[in-house]
């Protein structure tokens, strides 16, 4: 493990002003850290800022309060010539493989256009670097003169992949990258970010509702509800054995593989529904559909604490 985290996210807060009195907090104190060549998982329900902070941290959305570092710099402060490097170096790959790729560019030409602005490539090597990108990420060099809506979309997510890698960055924001495909080409897509990974030591932060998949790629895990993270571990740890109310529920859900073990498995059903992020409970956010909320839970915001191990929740009952 590195000394230093490649990058470290401190108190990050994303607010959405909707008028002069509302505000909607998407991300709201969240902090973690990931090193060089370990994936940081990220999951919850639809809407709790999960893509929010990945955009936040990239800097596609200016943070409304909180530090990210970028080897221990604070990116804020960065100049010119340290933000364009940081760009480099800090990659996306986007949910929607249908609309993240421009239809009227050649895949040679979208993998090209970073390269282009961060890199001196004569057209010799950029064509070269083309071939070699297509084929790391599976397909033939046939694809460099085709249009994105001659491909399907697990081609299309390989582009994706392939356009990030293009200006070899060190940090990667996996923005639900499989949401979108098949069952088959899924694997094959998170096979493929684990040996990129694995050749060039990248830092990920996977974004996922799929919590198998999450499992599987990562090294540690995160648990976001309406916009804090309320746990935090090790993925072997956090599956084994969550704390949290809302983890527990969320990883009851996860359905095996035997059904018999499906009908015999006692799932936690939550009561009521999310709060608005423009009108959050005082106290913490999941009072009102924890089954064990006590009066405290309705006065005071839990912090992250550590339990052991460096298993850390956010709960007034643990």
């Known amino acids: 493990m590195e000394s230093q985290p490649l990058i470290q996210v401190q108190d990050l807060k994303q607010y959405f002003p909707l008028s002069r009195s509302r505000v909607v907090k998407a991300v709201d104190g969240v902090s973690f850290s990931i090193s060089r060549g370990e994936t940081f998982g990220l999951v919850g329900e639809s809407g709790c800022g999960k893509s929010t902070t990945g955009r936040s941290i990239l800097g596609i959305t200016r943070p409304t309060a909180g530090k990210i570092l970028y080897d221990g710099a604070d990116i804020s402060a960065f100049n010119r010539a340290e933000r364009l490097r940081f760009k480099k170096n800090a990659q996306m790959i986007f949910q929607d493989p249908y609309a993240c790729l421009d239809p009227r560019m050649t895949i040679s030409s979208i993998i090209k256009e970073g390269m282009e602005v961060h890199f001196h490539y004569s057209k010799k090597e950029a064509d070269e670097k083309v071939r070699e990108l297509l084929s790391q990420v599976g397909l033939t060099e046939d694809y460099a003169s085709r249009f994105p809506h001659e491909l399907s979309g697990g081609q299309r997510q390989r582009i994706g992949i392939a356009r990030a890698l293009a200006v070899e960055p060190e940090f990667i924001v996996c923005d639900e990258p499989i949401a979108a495909l098949d069952v088959s080409i899924q694997a094959q897509v998170v096979n493929l970010l684990m040996k990129v990974q694995e050749e060039k030591r990248h830092a990920y932060l996977f974004i996922s509702h799929d919590l198998s998949m999450v499992r599987h790629i990562s090294n540690s895990i995160g648990v976001m509800y309406l916009g804090s993270l309320v746990e935090m571990a090790e993925s072997s740890e956090i599956y084994a054995?969550?704390?949290?109310?809302?983890?527990?529920?969320?990883?009851?859900?996860?359905?095996?593989?035997?059904?018999?073990?499906?009908?015999?498995?006692?799932?936690?059903?939550?009561?009521?529904?999310?709060?608005?992020?423009?009108?959050?409970?005082?106290?913490?956010?999941?009072?009102?559909?924890?089954?064990?909320?006590?009066?405290?839970?309705?006065?005071?915001?839990?912090?992250?604490?550590?339990?052991g191990g460096k298993h850390m929740a956010a709960c007034h009952i643990l």
């Open 241 to 307: 054995h969550p704390l949290h109310p809302y983890t527990k529920a969320l990883f009851s859900a996860i359905p095996k593989p035997d059904p018999d073990q499906n009908w015999a498995k006692k799932r936690m059903k939550l009561e009521g529904e999310v709060p608005s992020p423009i009108n959050t409970p005082e106290g913490c956010k999941f009072c009102a559909r924890c089954p064990y909320a006590k009066d405290i839970c309705r006065q005071q915001t839990p912090q992250l604490k550590d339990l």
